[in-house]
């Protein structure tokens, strides 16, 4: 998952998922200078199991395509044309991926470290999300976004900048510092079984919003359980 502001106020969040109960997909939340919300979706279905988990005033149906090689990323849809280069490792990715992955998807641990995990402005580990579902975010590394460059609608978004306001998508933003994180986030619901015993989904993999639902990968994600995603699409909730 990538979390990047930019120089024009615009703010963005790339979710980039290898696998998922939907094949391989990838989507984008922006939030412009204005607070208005837009989520880039591929599909429709896809377009409202988001928008059943987060909060948006716009859904955009198009396909959005994601390249990555060697550090650098390149997504394009319709809307968005958008590159990031990612640098090397700090002291909070070396952190993070000296965490077992099984103990570091575990909703426990991830209660754990919610606490000191606010200390970067903005950032939750878990909390409430949309249709009553509740989320854990489980972080495995970090890297630091190095170099950028987007169009939104044609305009020009300028230079990376901090993630300032926090997003308004759901209960938490990503880093201030523009950043892609791994990441595994379990999805609780009505009716969903967590890989630990517990109800729920998970999604798992690039935070670029890596997440893990129990169950089947979400390219980042990971869902478990036999609950098929809501096909419900919220808005302003």
Do not use: N
Request: charged letters at 25%.
């Amino acid at each position: 998952m990538a979390g990047l502001g930019t120089a024009s106020g615009t703010r963005l969040v790339l979710g980039h998922w290898t696998d998922s109960p939907f094949g391989p997909v990838s989507d984008v939340m922006l939030e412009r200078p204005d607070g208005h919300r837009v989520l880039l979706a591929p599909d429709r279905r896809t377009a409202d199991f988001i928008a059943g988990t987060y909060s948006f005033d716009e859904v955009r149906v198009e396909p959005v395509a994601v390249r990555v090689a060697a550090g650098c990323w390149a997504v394009r849809s319709r809307s968005l044309s958008l590159r990031l280069v990612t640098g090397r490792r700090g002291p909070l990715g070396l952190l993070l991926s000296a965490v077992p992955r099984f103990l570091a998807v575990r909703p426990w641990w991830i209660a754990v470290v919610d606490r000191p995990a606010r200390v970067l402005r903005g950032v939750r580990t878990r909390g409430s999300a949309g249709g009553g579902r509740r989320e854990w975010y489980g972080a495995r590394d970090l890297r630091p976004v190095v170099r950028a460059a987007a169009r939104f609608d044609g305009v020009d978004l300028g230079p990376p900048a901090p993630v300032a306001p926090a997003v308004r998508f759901g209960f938490g933003s990503t880093p201030r510092g523009p950043c892609v994180v791994r990441v595994t986030t379990t999805v609780e619901g009505p009716g969903t079984t967590r890989a630990d015993g517990g109800a729920g989904r998970r999604f798992g993999g690039r935070w670029s919003r890596g997440r893990r639902f129990g169950g089947r990968r979400f390219g980042g994600r990971r869902f478990g359980g036999r609950q098929s995603p809501s096909r419900r699409l919220k808005k302003d909730r």
